[in-house]
């Protein structure tokens, strides 16, 4: 069983394949650049650099982080003004405005005002991620889930093993998963930045599919005990009996030879056919 909380829900680890981030990075402010529609507001900036951008290694270096996150909020900040007084009011419009088919078409001055405020939201969504690159090049450490968190994220099936061996702490954090609401908040994880997504990220809410198990061997033996009724409660418990059949025995054995022999018979195999 796991014995770490960290093992379980995940911690902070050393922040590696800085080149990597990096290089999306810059692929992302290339992206920007590219689909930025007030093109001649941007004219003044020197952006040849990061469109000629081929991926490469070797270049990567060429570019600095910091320059990088300034540019990328300069084009941002690079729009109409007529564009940006229109931005405070396109959410109550949006939410307002009900088509029907008695009602009368809009202008097409006001339709290609909407196709540019909605490009603008994906290409300020693209702005966030150059953002969330700059801070994880910069750290030292970065959040890592555990498995607990990753198969609440797919959902997936978990299965802890001799559930009883494993400290307190670690079954704490495991109350909340199980109650009806399903929801683990990571306190561990701090913040990492002032953006709603990355403080939403801190409550992983379990997806429809997650299921979790656990085994334990009854309490008295030497280091087993028995769970809290508070935890039991939140299982449904099965009673496995002791193996003592004969054909329990056969199948079990049949199982795990199977497994032992195929490998080196497709090692051995391997090799033939090298040779």
């Known amino acids: 069983a796991t014995t770490e909380t960290s093992?379980?829900?995940?911690?902070?680890r050393p922040v590696r394949g800085r080149d990597a981030i990096k290089r999306n990075m810059i692929l992302k402010l290339k992206e920007l650049v590219q689909n930025w529609p007030y093109k001649k507001m941007v004219d003044d900036l020197d952006l040849n650099h990061y469109l000629t951008f081929d991926?490469?290694?070797?270049?990567?270096?060429?570019?600095?982080?910091?320059?990088?996150?300034?540019?990328?909020?300069?084009?941002?900040?690079?729009?109409?003004?007529?564009?940006?007084k229109n931005?405070?009011?396109?959410?109550?419009?949006?939410?307002?405005?009900?088509?029907?088919?008695?009602?009368?078409?809009?202008?097409?001055?006001?339709?290609?005002?909407t196709?540019?405020?909605?490009?603008?939201?994906?290409?300020?969504?693209?702005?966030?991620?150059i953002e969330d690159f700059a801070r994880r090049y910069k750290s030292l450490f970065e959040w890592s889930d555990g498995p607990l968190v990753k198969a609440?994220?797919?959902?997936?099936?978990?299965?802890?093993?001799?559930?009883?061996l494993a400290e307190d702490a670690v079954l704490e954090r495991l109350n909340s998963v199980l109650e009806p609401s399903r929801l683990l908040v990571l306190a561990e994880k701090g913040e990492n930045g002032?953006?709603?997504l990355q403080k939403d990220d801190r409550i992983v809410v379990a997806h429809d599919d997650f299921r979790i198990f656990a085994t334990m061997n009854p309490g008295g033996d030497f280091g087993k005990r028995e769970l809290s009724p508070?935890?039991?409660?939140?299982f449904t418990e099965i009673w496995v009996p002791s193996v003592t059949e004969r054909t329990d025995f056969e199948v079990v054995l049949a199982r795990s030879l199977t497994r032992?022999?195929?490998?080196?018979?497709?090692?051995?195999?391997?090799?033939i056919i090298g040779r």
Request: overall charge negative.
């Open 55 to 84: 991926g490469s290694a070797r270049s990567v270096d060429e570019y600095d982080v910091d320059a990088m996150l300034k540019l990328a909020r300069t084009i941002g900040a690079r729009k109409p003004l007529s564009l940006s």
């Open 115 to 129: 196709v540019l405020m909605e490009k603008e939201e994906e290409l300020q969504s693209i702005i966030t991620e």
């Open 230 to 234: 508070a935890l039991r409660s939140r």
């Open 260 to 271: 032992s022999l195929d490998s080196p018979i497709k090692s051995e195999q391997s090799l």
């Open 7 to 12: 093992d379980l829900i995940g911690g902070l």
């Open 87 to 113: 931005e405070e009011i396109h959410e109550h419009t949006k939410k307002k405005r009900k088509l029907t088919e008695s009602s009368s078409p809009g202008s097409s001055s006001e339709e290609d005002t």
């Open 152 to 164: 609440m994220k797919s959902g997936q099936m978990l299965l802890l093993d001799e559930m009883s």
């Open 194 to 196: 002032s953006s709603e």
